[in-house]
């Protein structure tokens, strides 16, 4: 328990605070202005920003699925993980909350019709994917961003993503507005933990049997 840093829980549960105020903020309160790409570079830039910002802190993992790969590399201990996913998603519930308040300030606004920026599949997709779709798409895109190029692969896994489910590829994003949300988007949340858990551990297998290197192997 000593090696757990409060200081990095609290920046963890801020970045994720913020990456959702910001990225699902966009996509509720300026969706109609800005589009998608303005959506992707709301997530991209704020990423990026938290990178810098609280990186020396905790590593700006603020992503459950790095955290899964890390786990599945052995590169952090399960008793570390489960703290961090935990702030995680403390902090995402409080950006959740925020947008909430922000965007109910609108006449008319009206969350089960407008959205709170929730992921989905089917009638609940912006594009009506199918769950297939969705569950291969959130795999693969969530193994994208496990590796260091985290900051880099954000703003293009999310131009391709809004179309097909609002882009996930972080659980503790989507289980924010779900949780306020409920109904579909509650009843679909499994689907955005299952399939980039997915994703970080076969990424995480990749790093840690694939990409590196045997001591007994290295060459001086």
Request: contains cysteine; neutral net charge; charged residues 5%.
């Amino acid at each position: 328990m000593k090696s757990i840093s409060v200081s990095a829980l609290a920046a963890d549960g801020l970045g994720t605070a913020l990456l959702v105020i910001f990225g699902v903020g966009t996509a509720v309160i300026a969706g109609d202005t800005v589009g998608t790409p303005g959506i992707a570079l709301a997530f991209g830039l704020t990423l990026l920003a938290l990178v810098y910002a609280i990186g020396p802190i905790s590593g700006c993992h603020i992503y459950p699925a790095v955290t899964i790969g890390a786990l599945t590399a052995r590169a952090i201990t399960p008793i570390k993980a489960v703290f961090y996913i935990a702030a995680r998603a403390v902090g995402a519930v409080i950006g959740a909350l925020i947008v909430l308040f922000v965007a109910s300030g609108r006449p008319g606004y009206d969350m089960p019709s407008d959205g709170l920026g929730t992921n989905g599949f089917g009638s609940s997709s912006p594009g009506e994917y199918g769950l297939a779709s969705v569950a291969v798409f959130e795999t693969i895109a969530t193994g994208l961003l496990v590796p260091v190029v985290l900051a880099t692969t954000a703003p293009t896994v999310h131009l391709l993503g809004i179309g097909i489910d609002s882009t996930s590829v972080n659980p503790a994003r989507s289980f924010g507005p779900a949780l306020l949300a409920g109904g579909p988007a509650l009843s679909q949340l499994w689907v955005f933990v299952v399939f980039p858990v997915l994703g970080a551990v076969i990424a995480g297998s990749i790093h840690r049997f694939v990409l590196t290197v045997p001591a007994a192997e290295k060459t001086v």
